[in-house]
């Protein structure tokens, strides 16, 4: 992607011949009917062009996340919401302030040693971080035994996480923000379902 400038490709051809390539070498009987697909469309830019992958700024794949937090002021619009000090962020949404039906919504920005719960918020996404690691590395198949395997104490951490994440979700499903494969939200819906 680097040697290409990706997302600002020049060379159309050269670009679609590496992808091609790499997914020839991985899928080399077309018998991954998504992969097949997407090297067929490829096959179908190569002469045509990829407008979208043009006229952008070499390397730079995210110019800034302010969507993000803008997402999340405006899936809770009656909520108030607390962000860390993210300063460019923080201009970025004082310039183009989150609106819902011509009201300024409720967010303002703190430093987490000033704030109790935003320390928390800090506790909760570290521990999130660690279980998506663990859900990234164990395989589907393996992820019952690896939960069976777990030492008594481990056990009950995992049971209150997993109470908790029900719970918000039974609040509102809009908790569970995020993009993830089908094999990573089946190993979710498992961990959620799992008989500690």
């Excluded at 790499?22 to 697909?37: H, M, Q, S, T």
């Excluded at 109790?116 to 521990?127: A, C, E, F, P, R």
């Excluded at 663990?134 to 992820?143: A, Q």
């Amino acid at each position: 992607m680097i040697e290409v400038n990706y997302p600002n490709i020049r060379d159309v051809k050269r670009f679609v011949e590496e992808i091609i390539s790499k997914i020839e070498e991985i899928n080399p009987y077309g018998e991954d009917f998504i992969l097949e697909y997407l090297r067929q469309i490829l096959e179908s830019a190569r002469n045509k062009g990829l407008p979208l992958l043009q006229d952008n700024v070499d390397g730079e794949l995210i110019d800034n996340f302010s969507l993000i937090y803008a997402q999340s002021i405006w899936n809770f619009p009656k909520a108030t919401h607390l962000f860390y000090h993210e300063f460019e962020i923080e201009k970025i949404l004082q310039d183009n302030s989150v609106e819902f039906d011509g009201t300024k919504l409720d967010y303002d920005w703190e430093d987490s040693k000033n704030n109790k719960l935003l320390q928390l918020s800090d506790l909760v996404v570290g521990i999130l971080r660690y279980w998506t690691a663990f859900l990234n590395e164990t395989p589907l198949d393996e992820l019952n035994g690896r939960l069976k395997s777990l030492s008594n104490e481990q056990r009950i951490g995992l049971k209150k996480l997993q109470t908790v994440m029900i719970d918000s979700l039974n609040v509102n499903s809009a908790f569970k923000i995020g993009v993830a494969s089908n094999n990573f939200e089946l190993k979710v819906l498992f961990f959620l379902g799992y008989d500690f």
